[in-house]
């Protein structure tokens, strides 16, 4: 008996339609974001996270609407990332039907709102996104820089000191993705996420860069995630959740099938 | 039409608990209130709850809550606490520097622990979320079509410990033994989130839904 690593689809909505950048810049459609989750659902994700990258307000109400709308469908576990900068934000998405919400460029200019946020809803309910590039070259022992507006500005903190503040803040879970590798299919950043694994008590999901089954699996056996995410692996069809579940059950990888 | 009371005391999401019961409700209504009158009228009580349990118990007293919850379980009708909603019910919990519950039942919620170890000496996570088994340790209506250890999902960091093992029908190891859940006459109490564990947490509900409160 013990506690099971978690798949997490992921799905970049924008203007309600889900989409996958790659390095944060191309897009490229990939379905209602109802019908997508109702599949991953009905697969066997054991969550489901949004990341909202529309920019404008009222586009934010479509948001809303279509969590909303999942959320009375599909009773699994949902975060919704993007855009939440205030305690009503919060409020918003949990009343639309979201469990947690993803807190990133926010903390970094404002940390105390991811403390007032946990004690205001709950550390369970608060998940901080760590964007980060590795700055270290190589063979220099690792070094992790936070980058906000898409991976486009540099803020000179360390992610691994971050990390543990951010727990100490409140933190219920941290979202961490590497910039380098997101959209790349090269795999995690298998030594931040372990970095940041150790140096910290609350589950870390990996996330940024998932090309096959094996990087999910290294995700979790190497990078020490508690979860693993991916978005176009899942969302083009090249491998399916159960797929997935069951290719990392076979590497010892205790999963819920 | 009968109705299901999900008790609203201004604490978490209520959304995902009624639509879940929405979801498996059978000629049932789903109301989220605070209102003594509706939820005495109700047929079916839910006690849902996230967050802190300072903040929950100040404001289930603050309410009133912790009269209503009494007069219901009271009363014989099926009564489901969900959560921080079932951690209310015991004694106390280490939580905040030690909060008194409303001492439905015998026992004591308890820190896991910094750092919490697995049999092989490694360390665990806490909280202690995603989905866990759950081992059925007493037959019960609400077990119902759902098989031993099955897979329920869990988000918490303080585990409830009961002082009348006889009264646990549901066990999950995660360091410790946790009792995550409990049942004694018309009432019964889940650590886990079943409106958040797909088919099995809807069936449970669906099981809740259905039941008449008597265990015999």
């Known amino acids: 008996m013990a506690l099971a690593k978690r798949i997490i689809p992921c799905l970049d909505v924008d203007k309600g339609r889900v989409v996958k950048g790659v390095n944060f810049i191309d897009i490229r459609d990939a379905g209602n974001p109802v019908e997508v989750a109702k599949r991953y659902n009905e697969q066997g994700a054991d969550e489901i996270t949004f990341l909202d990258i529309t920019a404008s307000n009222e586009d934010r109400d479509t948001t809303v609407h279509m969590v909303e709308e999942i959320a009375s469908e599909v009773f699994i576990p949902l975060t919704v990332g993007g855009g939440i900068r205030r305690c009503e934000d919060i409020r ?11 807190i990133n460029t926010a903390a970094v200019f404002n940390p105390d709102f991811v403390r007032e946020a946990a004690e205001r809803f709950g550390r369970q309910c608060i ?17 992790w820089e936070i980058f906000t507006h898409g991976g486009r500005k540099p803020t000179g903190i360390d992610a691994i000191e971050w990390a543990i503040k951010m727990n100490d803040y409140g933190a219920g879970e941290i979202l961490l993705t590497s910039m380098d590798r997101d959209g790349t299919k090269n795999g995690f950043d298998l030594d931040v996420t372990r970095a940041i694994s150790n140096a910290i008590p609350i589950p870390v999901i990996a996330s940024g860069g998932v090309g096959n089954l094996q990087h999910l699996a290294d995700g979790v056996t190497e990078g020490h995630a508690d979860a693993v995410l991916a978005a176009s692996i899942f969302h083009f069809g090249e491998y399916s959740i159960p797929e997935a579940k069951a290719f990392m059950a076979a590497q010892g990888i205790e999963m819920r099938l | 039409m009968k109705t299901i009371a999900v008790i609203d005391y201004g604490m978490g999401n209520l959304h995902s608990v009624s639509k879940a019961l929405e979801h498996v409700a059978n000629n049932q209504r789903v109301v989220v209130t605070s209102d003594p009158d509706v939820i005495r009228q109700a047929e079916h009580v839910v006690l849902p709850g996230v967050g802190a349990i300072r903040d929950c118990m100040a404001e289930i007293r603050r309410l009133g809550v912790d009269k209503v919850v009494q007069e219901n379980i009271a009363s014989g009708k099926p009564f489901l606490g969900i959560c921080v909603g079932y951690q209310a019910l015991m004694q106390d919990s280490e939580e905040n520097g030690g909060i008194p519950c409303l001492g439905h039942f015998d026992g004591h919620v308890r820190f896991f622990g910094d750092p919490l170890l697995d049999e092989k000496g490694e360390k665990l ?14 037959p019960h209506p609400i077990w119902q079509g759902i098989e031993d250890e099955t897979r329920f999902y869990f988000v918490h960091s303080y585990y409830v410990e009961a002082a009348n093992t006889d009264q646990v029908i549901g066990e999950t190891r995660y360091g410790k033994t946790c009792h995550v859940a409990l049942a004694q006459d018309n009432v019964v109490a889940v650590q886990f989130h079943p409106e958040k564990s797909h088919d099995a947490g809807l069936q449970l509900l669906k099981n809740f839904a259905e039941w008449d409160g008597k265990t015999a």
């Not at chain 2, 866990?132 to 340790?137: I, L």
């Open chain 1, 92 to 102: 918003r998405m949990l009343n639309a039907g979201a469990d947690k919400v993803g």
């Open chain 1, 127 to 143: 998940v901080v996104a760590i964007d980060c590039k590795r700055v270290s070259a190589d063979g220099e022992p690792g070094r």
């Open chain 2, 125 to 138: 996570k806490v909280p202690h979320m995603g989905w866990n088994q759950v081992k059925q340790a007493h």
